[in-house]
């Protein structure tokens, strides 16, 4: 018996793995994990999406800095044909086989792989033989000079240049490791803090970012904390049972590495505004609309006191008018009244006998008298006697004029 065989029977149980194991291991295969390096990027609720824009988005610009990538197993498939397929004997055969299926498998290192990161809205790209600092803060910069929105659904894009465990302890002990060359002396730099903590109840905030104060102050007491604009920031990104820590530069300039805000930047102002001014900005807000929403109500209430105004005036011009005719009517009927009463005196004066002018009965007698004598006297003729005219003129006179005898 060959050794392969004798070996093959001293295998036991524990070497052959049931349907679960093995699916739980290549479910660990793609899930992040301490001592990987990468790209985790923050998106809002479409990761399928997200990881298709990671994947153009890097591609592009990693082929700019770093070239076009070379596949393994296109150097391998190389090597193959350069050799007699007829010489090939079936074992190579086999093991080129097993070479392809484990590249379509994710087995073969590739530039940039995605993996599941353990939290909703978080994808993990794995990068290999790439610096992922260098190229964030490449992208970061392009966009911010052009202005070109690139992408829709990333959000934040930080770079993780090492993995831990996340555990306080273990955390400090590999800070105290992988901060050295940019605090350590001679080096030193203002800096701040940032950590998150996702699906992770081991670490509390506050008191991780005064631990790493303090580790950053023993190794220079020259190391400055600057929350507005620090030369450094320090990443901590805890996602269930790891922590991913990176170092970068020009955190605030570029909006904490968000995409879509490094777009929105106007070219003046670099830096985002503290929070003293973002509070100022919303009181002025506040208080603009309050005053807005006063003046309003005053100038409603004008409105209202002057349609009430003009609806008085209104109705005391209507009352004036009416009041105003009133009179006018009133006096019309006093003056006819007036005229009435005056004819009447008129009459009673005309009635009355004035002094030098003979009277009604003396009229008539005389009259009578007149007649006698001017049919004696006139005969045939038409003329009348100046008596008769004087009658007359005493009888249509009823203004009561004076009139004299003879």
Known sequence: MSAEQNESRKRGKKYFLTPQQHAKRLRASKELAVGMQGILITCNMNQDKCTAEAFDLLGEYADKIYGPEKFEEDIQGGNGEEENPQEEDVEDALKKEVAHLRAADGVLERRFQALESGANNVVFIRTHNLETDRLVHHILSDLHATKKKKTRV???MLPVTGTCYAFPDEIMKYL???LEPWFKMPNYATYQVAFKARNNSYNKRDDMIKAV???????????????THPDLTIILEVIRTVCCVSVVREYKRYKKYNLQEVVKTEGGEDEPPSKAEDDEKEAGKKREGDEKEAGDKQEDGEKEAAKKKEGGE??????EEGGEKEKEAATEQEGGEKEVVGGG???VEAGKPEEGCTTTKEAEAAEEEGASVSDTAAGGDDEKPPEEDMQEEAAKDENGIKVEGE
């Open 213 to 227: 104060a303090g580790l950053v102050g023993k190794m220079n007491p020259r190391n400055r904390v600057n929350l």
């Open 314 to 319: 209104m109705e005391v011009s209507t009352g």
């Open 176 to 178: 105290n490791t992988f």
């Open 154 to 156: 990333i959000l934040r």
């Open 345 to 347: 005196d008129d009459d």
